[in-house]
Nanobody, 127 residues
Framework: QVQLVESGGGLVQAGDSLRLSCVYS????????MGWFRQAPGMEREFVAA????????WYGDSVNGRFAISRDNAKNTVFLQMNSLKPEDTAVYYC????????????????????WGQGTQVTVSS
């Protein structure tokens, strides 16, 4: 059983930056994928970014591409999401998830494919 714990959310102003962290514990494999998704009230969970724990490949949602960056530190069992140039529309609860096994990007973009989730961290961007 993998446990995921997110942190780093908060209240910021438009244009500011935040870095989210997701610490994972339990059995993982280098081919597994870790993804960041977000969910605003009344909305479906939206893909933000994903990375393989091997570091081979990183993918981004269209709305964050060029502003957000995903990275991982396997020695610390942590995946990061650096968020720059934040906008009010980035306001949501951010979740990290684990997708077991090697997968193409289309699979990693689909939250239904993830088996383990953290509790989420709130990001609020004021205008």
């Amino acid at each position: 059983q993998v446990q995921l714990v997110e942190s780093g959310g908060g209240l910021v102003q438009a244009g500011d930056s935040l870095r989210l962290s997701c610490v994972y514990s339990g059995g993982t494999h280098r081919d597994d994928g870790m993804g960041w998704f977000r969910q605003a009230p009344g909305m479906e969970r939206e893909f933000v970014a994903a990375i393989r724990l091997s570091g081979a490949g990183a993918w981004y949602g269209d709305s964050v591409n060029g502003r957000f960056a995903i990275s991982r530190d396997n020695a610390k069992n942590t995946v990061f999401l650096q968020m720059n140039s934040l906008k009010p529309e980035d306001t949501a609860v951010y979740y990290c998830g684990l997708r077991r096994g090697r997968a193409i990007s289309a699979i990693l973009r689909d939250y239904h494919q993830y088996t383990d989730w953290g509790q989420g961290t709130q990001v609020t961007v004021s205008s």
